[in-house]
């Protein structure tokens, strides 16, 4: 049973360039959360994507802008990166129509974003 | 505004003892989740256990427990015979659940936990 997939592992961008991360749910999830995690910080939640839509979105600007496919893959794009966007970006995917029972996240490992 | 507060920045346990992990949150809601997540070096975040409020009966997987207490907001966790492998960060997080939806996940800075031999 394959777990959350992210890639790149690592990614090195300059200030200004524009990003794309991906990530591949578990099998069986159908929702997809992005978090930004600062070094020496919990992660910040951007946003969640369900049926193909933005479903909640966290306190992050308009620069940060998703999507999520058919098969529930999801991407994270950044435009106009700036030095603090430089992080690890996490995704999470859970199941929405498995109800209370199944309420809780799988991680998987991240991309190490740095801009220089 | 949810939040969770981690009050230990960094613990310590010699192996096969007991350590408990702080935890404190603030919120107004009264159908939520709360969740410990460990964080090793390899970066994923690993579910460690869940307590959904509404259950008054607290958690426990294996070594890890928790101690919830409602009313004061406070969700500890307790890990018992301490192993090397526990060495890791550890996030306390919180989730609403929105009408049968679970809501995003609302992390404290995390505790870093040192084993040692």
């Known amino acids: 049973d394959a777990g959350v997939t992210q890639s790149p592992t690592h990614l090195i961008k300059t200030r200004g360039q524009q990003v794309t991360l991906r990530c591949s749910p578990k099998s069986g999830h159908d929702t997809v959360s992005w978090y930004q995690q600062a070094l020496g910080q919990g992660p910040q939640f951007i946003f969640q994507?369900?049926?193909?839509?933005?479903?909640q979105r966290g306190n992050f600007p308009d620069r940060f802008s998703g999507h999520q496919f058919p098969n529930y893959s999801s991407e994270l794009n950044v435009n106009a990166l700036l030095l603090g966007d430089s992080a690890l970006y996490l995704c999470?995917?859970?199941?929405?129509?498995?109800?209370?029972?199944?309420?809780?996240?799988?991680f998987g490992s991240g991309t190490r974003l740095t801009v220089v | 505004a949810q939040t969770v507060t981690q009050s230990q920045p960094e613990m310590s346990v010699q192996e096969a003892e007991t350590v408990t992990l702080s935890c404190t949150y603030d919120t107004s809601e009264s159908d939520y989740y709360l969740f410990w997540y460990k964080q090793p070096p390899s970066r994923q975040m690993i579910l460690v256990i869940r307590q959904e409020a509404y259950k008054q009966q607290n958690a426990t997987e294996n070594r890890f427990s928790v101690n919830f207490q409602k009313a004061a907001k406070s969700f500890s966790l307790k890990i018992s015979d301490s192993q090397l492998g526990d060495a890791a960060m550890y996030f306390c997080?919180?989730?609403?659940?929105?009408?049968?939806?679970?809501?995003?996940?609302?992390f404290g800075k995390g505790t870093k936990l040192s084993v040692k031999p």
């Open positions: 994507y369900y049926e193909e839509e933005e479903r």
């Open positions: 997080a919180y989730a609403m659940n929105y009408g049968g939806s679970q809501g995003n996940l609302i």
């Open positions: 999470a995917s859970s199941f929405t129509q498995g109800g209370r029972g199944n309420y809780g996240y799988t």
